[in-house]
């Protein structure tokens, strides 16, 4: 019976929702920077070989050779000398870390790594990144990696049964890159032109940021596609590029909203947005009747 109205419901909104679109209220004006990200540069991915340590037993096994090997090396440059025969190493699991160089990053800024479990370690959970030089494809080291590891998941074993949830052999360290070296960056770096892309893809939106550019700067702004607007920098600006970009960043724009109706069956709680317009109707399912009337306000 629930399911049966609340459909009705819904149907008899959603007929009149278009008639009613050109009379919703205009949307309120939000930063470009919230609706749309600037893309000026190309990212440079790293990736290293380490050790996670702390694991309460969930590492890797013995039958994992370069675990043992991995730390029997690591403490013989701290002039500890164990036969890797003897190592017992629960604790510890090999791993691969990931991460991406931001582009115009200098030396000293911090980025977030992605582990993954490389060996047979059923957890990374409670474990601590042992510090990793991050390389790119030249075999360079732009970044070094370290700290405690943030998973999204478990796997628990007891009395033969055993209980996952996600995936608890990859996790994140946020902030755990410290860039070494930063790229280079030559006079004409910034370039002459740049891409506004669309956190959510909408032709609309696109078209309404490059108009709003171009009254703002002059015709700069063309559109790409329902993701990117292509924006050039005015000759003006070609000297202080980067105070153009915070410039375009803090633009004002009126986005398009689009109208939704949010039906939870389980609980009967409809939701509807502020774009969304009712024609009168009379909607009646058993004892329960819904009248929508007009009302005419004279101020």
């Known amino acids: 019976m629930r399911r049966g109205?609340?459909?009705g419901l819904l149907l008899c909104w959603a007929l009149p929702l278009e008639a009613q679109k050109?009379?919703?209220p205009p949307p309120a004006e939000v930063r470009l920077k919230d609706i749309a990200t600037v893309h000026w540069g190309?990212?440079?991915p790293l990736m290293g070989y380490g050790l996670v340590i702390g694991l309460e037993g969930s590492g890797d096994s013995r039958q994992v050779a370069f675990t043992v090997q991995s730390v029997a090396n690591m403490l013989?440059?701290?002039d500890i000398t164990v036969e890797p025969a003897r190592l017992q190493l629960r604790n510890v699991a090999a791993v691969m870390v990931t991460g991406t160089l931001p582009p115009f990053a200098q030396a000293g800024d911090r980025f977030d790594v992605v582990v993954a479990a490389l060996g047979d370690a059923r957890s990374l959970h409670g474990g601590l990144l042992l510090q990793t030089p991050l390389q790119a494809a030249d075999g360079e080291v732009y970044a070094l990696a370290q700290g405690p590891l943030s998973i999204g998941g478990f796997n628990i074993q007891a009395g033969g049964t055993t209980v996952q949830k996600n995936h608890p052999t990859v996790g994140r360290v946020p902030n755990g890159a410290t860039v070494l070296k930063g790229l280079a960056v030559p006079p004409n770096a910034y370039g002459e032109t740049f891409e506004v892309r669309l956190i959510a893809p909408d032709a609309t939106n696109a078209a309404r940021i490059a108009q709003t550019l171009n009254q703002?700067?002059?015709p700069t702004a063309e559109v790409l596609s329902p993701l990117a607007v292509r924006v050039k920098v005015p000759p003006e600006w070609q000297e202080k590029a980067p105070e153009f970009v915070a410039q375009v960043e803090?633009?004002?724009?009126?986005p398009d909203m689009r109208a939704k109706v949010v039906v939870n069956e389980r609980t009967g709680t409809v939701v509807l947005g502020g774009n969304v317009r009712l024609l009168p109707v009379v909607?009646?399912?058993g004892g329960l009747r819904v009248e929508?009337?007009?009302r005419i306000e004279v101020v």
Not at 250 to 254: D, G, I
């Open 76 to 78: 013989r440059r701290m």
């Open 5 to 7: 109205l609340l459909w």
């Open 216 to 218: 703002r700067f002059g």
């Open 22 to 24: 050109e009379a919703a």
């Open 292 to 294: 929508i009337q007009p």
């Open 42 to 44: 190309v990212p440079l």
């Open 250 to 254: 803090q633009t004002p724009v009126q």
């Open 283 to 285: 909607v009646a399912h």
